[in-house]
């Protein structure tokens, strides 16, 4: 099946950091999304991306759809300590998610 | 408007036993799926219903489980017999069928634990 990979793993910053990571396929895609996850939640939508090269916000957040459309890039500028959470890359049809990054923001 | 509802929170077992996890998805939303999520795995669909009809089931690990949607407002998923390998999170999460990216919302999930 689809594979999607996401790096970092995980990341331990400084509040007020800003924070970069991506998401590879394993083939191209029409659409992508990025997900939020919070301790003992459901995943929550963040932004979706529906054209190769676009860049799309969402307060601090900034997403952008790989001109090869087999990537993603999601940055978080300024970060603060509700950002702390786990981060998926997902597909537009919600199939097949990435294996996540697990953000930690330090006081 | 109260969001996807799921229930159990959690769920503890023994090996052997059924377990059935519930959802309520969002009223008017006519697509609904599930999905099993692991530290090893990861999140992974299990199965997803388009009006009520089950469209792709692929991602049902067994004949162990199974899933039904008999209305628009509910849903279950089955294990049985369940084993200790069936412990992770479950979630149900429910959206309008208007195209890719639609958003989804998630339900808080169902904790499983199989001893």
């Known amino acids: 099946g689809q594979q999607l990979n996401q790096s970092p793993q995980s990341m331990f910053i400084q509040e007020g950091e800003d924070v970069s990571m991506n998401c590879t396929s394993s083939s191209i895609f029409n659409t992508w999304l990025w997900y939020k996850q919070e301790p003992g939640e459901g995943p929550v939508l963040l932004i979706a991306l529906y054209k190769a090269g676009e860049l799309t916000s969402n307060g601090r957040l900034t997403a952008q759809f790989g001109i090869t459309r087999k990537d993603s890039f999601l940055n978080i500028s300024a970060s603060i300590p509700s950002d702390v959470g786990i981060y998926f890359c997902a597909d537009g049809n919600q199939f097949y998610f990435g294996t996540g990054t697990s953000l930690t923001v330090i006081p | 408007d109260a969001g996807v509802i799921q229930s159990p929170r959690h769920e503890v077992t023994e090996m052997g036993q059924e377990v059935t996890l519930r959802c309520k998805p969002i009223s008017g939303h006519n697509s609904l799926f599930w999905y099993r999520q692991t530290m090893m795995r990861g999140l992974e669909l299990l199965i997803y219903f388009n009006n009520n009809v089950p469209i792709d089931d692929s991602g049902m690990p067994e004949d162990r489980f199974s899933a039904k949607m008999p209305n628009a407002s509910f849903s279950t998923l089955k294990i049985q017999p369940s084993e200790p390998r069936d412990s992770a999170v479950y979630f149900c999460?429910?959206?309008?069928?208007?195209?890719?990216?639609?958003?989804?919302?998630f339900g808080p999930g169902t904790r499983l634990t199989v001893l």
């Open positions: 999460a429910s959206t309008t069928l208007t195209g890719p990216g639609n958003k989804q919302f």
